[in-house]
């Protein structure tokens, strides 16, 4: 019954997760995933989920970290690499770290074949 309702729990921070990710909310999400997190440490899902998470926030540091840490316990306790939910929750963030800053406003203000306007342009 116990086990039952520690998966229910997973489930519904799992959902609650992408939705305040969507929202745009996602620190509210940020304690409970933790909780979910150190209950199941090698649960790929749940590490992935509080990875994006963590940097939808702003928390990039703390998501790389955080991927850093599930990665190397993956590697020394069961032998594996991260799944594929993992890397490319990894994979996300960066390319949002690599992205040139300014560049989505520049880009969404002027667009392609377009330039930006100037004083002269009144």
Known sequence: MFANLDDEF???VLAAAGIAVRLH???RMLAPLRRAAEMEPLH???QASLVTTLAAA???AEALT???VIRTRLADE???DPGSDLQ???????RVSAAPAG?????RRTGPGRRPRTARDG
């Open 10 to 12: 997973l489930e519904a």
């Open 25 to 27: 909310r996602p620190a």
């Open 44 to 46: 790929e899902l749940v």
């Open 58 to 60: 702003g928390h990039r």
């Open 66 to 68: 955080t991927y850093r």
């Open 78 to 80: 069961l032998g594996i």
């Open 88 to 94: 490319q929750a990894y994979r996300r963030i960066l």
């Open 103 to 107: 560049f989505a406003k520049a880009t």
